[in-house]
């Protein structure tokens, strides 16, 4: 093992191996299949990177995402370590290529995705490469009862009859129990042996606090810690107006989502990396590759899809092994708007069917044929043509490319971004001036209010709906306002690319892939309602409902979780307080942020007193979130 430190403080400039990181080298190094549980941070790459690098021959990475796949080989590249990744998009004779300079040119890690796999020809040629270690990444994609279970991962187990003697490393960073039992049953790993880090996160503390008004205790948190911070958002209007709202109360924020381009993403995330600002507020496509040591706070403002991405995107905090903060806000309000985002959007057996042949129709594909036929295809007037919901429809069209039925390339609908380039008074003026296209232009002003300062991501579908008119009409005003130099306005049509893998076979297609549907449909309910049991839970600590979740059970408190701290008030304080608060309610109904500034005691204090209260039947909470005593 000397020589795995070695290529580590040459390569990787570190001096000693993490926790477990060591035992997996040692254990993929003896030939041994090995399976990993590395919650995130806990440094998964080096552990088939250095084995790789040792041995003789090539190993090859299998992994469901393409921006990790090509994260990894540049950061391989720039270590002048010599990486390939088979990534969606490459020609036929560029990928001969690639292969070719896999078999002949030295190279150490070849990256491609599952589906890369059920091609003939490629696995043929990767049959005749010297693999000397087979690392499938993200291997919870492997179980049906992963997060994101994609049935290509069924089939690297073939790979097993071509290299019986080559080991298997399945690594993961979330996986409950059932889910790991499916990936080594899954894989056909032999014997393998098992690494598992614990899920504990002793200096990061758990918190859930339901508040009214979630921008006023963010500022509070963040006055308390003004170091590095994430803000994890819905969706992209949701980055613009926190980031803006923060920048108001006088921090320094940036945001973070996919519809950025590549160099704003860079620019915006080198600035926060570098600590020009104290906040990034971000979509859940901030995150890959992220290792920043110092980050004190993450904060979520609205229910996360599942506990795994949940402790994922809070598991960013606090790598320096500092104490630090995973925050989730809450309103009574979450539940429901978390329902109709994760749950209403899901397609059931009927829609998917309806939609693939809708599919097939627009396409003019007859029954029988469509294999290997290639379309470019827009999302958005697919939608619009047959009056389907464009979430749904993506969903939808997301689970026919898992299951291999069609390849769809991830670019989706018309990119529209517009800014007004004239006052408001001015705006207001041509309203008057031309009432028909009033209603739409004060659409777009009261959905988006920073649209005098800057070019604005531009939801069409939103503005229609908003202002009562078709999409057409909505364009027909955009195009009218460019014309006369109002607005500034671009358009880019980024359709997808839509290759049908298989005949069209209707019923026969659908009917083969519904129990994956009707399973995924029904694991993410399930991950729904963990998430919403994590929140509501107040009688356990937070942290020991986290581990217990991954199958970690622990009897002993966190001492430092949302729910510790409250039970870490001392019983007269509490008697002390609940009466101050009893006595205060008998005078006039208060909401929390006025019994807080009349007691002086903290918000963690006033909420879990309330709480007590609301339990007890002392007092209700009135429809404008002010407390009042019972009558």
């Excluded at 790459?45 to 040792?54: D, H, R």
């Excluded at 995402?65 to 720039?78: C, F, I, S, W, Y």
């Excluded at 795994?308 to 009574?332: C, D, K, M, V």
């Excluded at 995924?520 to 107040?538: D, F, R, T, W």
Aim: aromatic share 10%; proline share 3%.
């Amino acid at each position: 093992m000397q020589e795995a430190v070695a290529i580590l403080q040459k390569y990787w400039k570190h001096d000693k191996f993490r926790s477990l990181q060591y035992e997996i080298i040692d254990s993929v190094l003896s030939g041994q299949d090995t399976f990993a549980l590395m919650p995130t941070g806990g440094g998964k790459s080096v552990c088939f990177q250095i084995p790789a690098m040792i041995n003789e021959g090539i190993c090859l990475v299998i992994s469901p995402l393409v921006a990790l796949m090509k994260d990894q080989v540049a950061n391989l590249q720039k270590r002048n370590i010599k990486a390939i990744a088979l990534t969606g998009g490459i020609r036929s004779d560029e990928m001969i290529d690639l292969l070719d300079n896999c078999q002949f040119g030295n190279y150490k890690f070849l990256y491609l995705s599952p589906e890369r796999l059920q091609s003939d020809w490629i696995m043929d040629r990767i049959k005749n490469l010297p693999i000397n270690l087979i690392t499938i990444d993200e291997a919870h994609c492997v179980s049906q009862w992963g997060h994101d279970f994609r049935p290509a991962y069924l089939k690297i187990s073939a790979l097993k009859k071509h290299f019986p003697q080559t080991p298997f490393l399945a690594l993961t960073a979330t996986a409950t129990p059932r889910v790991k039992e499916d990936i080594i049953n899954e894989l056909g790993l032999h014997k393998p042996h098992i690494f598992e880090k614990s899920f504990a996160r002793k200096n990061i503390a758990y918190m859930v606090f339901e508040v009214e008004d979630k921008v006023f205790r963010i500022e509070q948190i963040l006055k308390k810690n003004p170091q590095p911070s994430i803000i994890y958002v819905r969706n992209r209007k949701s980055c613009l107006d926190i980031s803006s709202q923060l920048n108001s109360l006088g921090f320094k924020a940036t945001y973070y989502h996919g519809g950025l381009s590549s160099k704003e993403k860079d620019k915006n995330m080198q600035s926060w990396m570098d600590e020009e600002m104290q906040i990034i507020v971000a979509t859940n496509a901030f995150g890959m590759g992220i290792d920043k040591a110092n980050v004190k706070t993450v904060i979520h403002i609205q229910l996360p899809e599942n506990i795994e991405n949940y402790y994922q995107e809070a598991g960013r905090a606090g790598r320096n092994g500092e104490r630090a903060f995973a925050i989730l806000l809450t309103s009574p309000s979450d539940i429901i708007q978390a329902e109709s985002q994760f749950i209403n959007i899901l397609p059931d057996k009927k829609f998917l069917n309806l939609m693939y042949i809708k599919l097939c129709n627009y396409f003019r594909i007859a029954y029988g044929e469509g294999i290997n036929e290639q379309f470019t295809f827009n999302l958005h007037h697919f939608c619009l043509k047959y009056e389907f919901p464009t979430l749904k429809t993506y969903n939808a069209m997301q689970f026919l490319d898992r299951q291999g039925i069609v390849s769809l390339s991830q670019e989706f609908s018309e990119k529209i971004t517009l800014q007004f380039l004239i006052p408001s008074k001015e705006v207001i003026r041509y309203m008057s001036l031309n009432p028909n296209d009033e209603e739409i232009i004060l659409a777009i002003l009261r959905t988006y209010p920073g649209i005098y300062e800057m070019q604005t991501a531009f939801n069409l579908q939103l503005i229609a709906k908003k202002s009562n008119h078709k999409e057409t009409e909505v364009l027909a005003v955009l195009h009218k306002l460019k014309e006369k130099e109002i607005i500034e306005y671009h358009s880019k049509n980024n359709d997808a690319t839509l290759i049908f893998n298989e005949v069209r076979e209707d019923d026969k297609t659908i009917n083969r892939v519904s129990k994956y549907l009707e399973n995924q449909n029904q694991l993410k309910k399930e991950q729904l309602q963990s998430v919403i049991q994590y929140i509501n839970e107040k009688k356990l600590c937070k942290n020991k409902l986290i581990l217990n979740y991954f199958g970690e059970i622990t009897t002993v408190d966190c001492g430092i979780c949302s729910f510790c701290i409250t039970k870490k008030i001392k019983k007269k304080d509490v008697t002390l307080l609940s009466k101050e608060i009893i006595t205060l309610l008998q005078a006039e109904d208060l909401n929390s942020r006025d019994i807080q500034n009349k007691t002086k005691n903290s918000p963690d204090e006033v909420i879990g007193v309330l709480q007590d209260l609301l339990e007890n039947n002392t007092i209700l909470v009135k429809p404008n979130n002010k407390y009042t005593l019972r009558s």
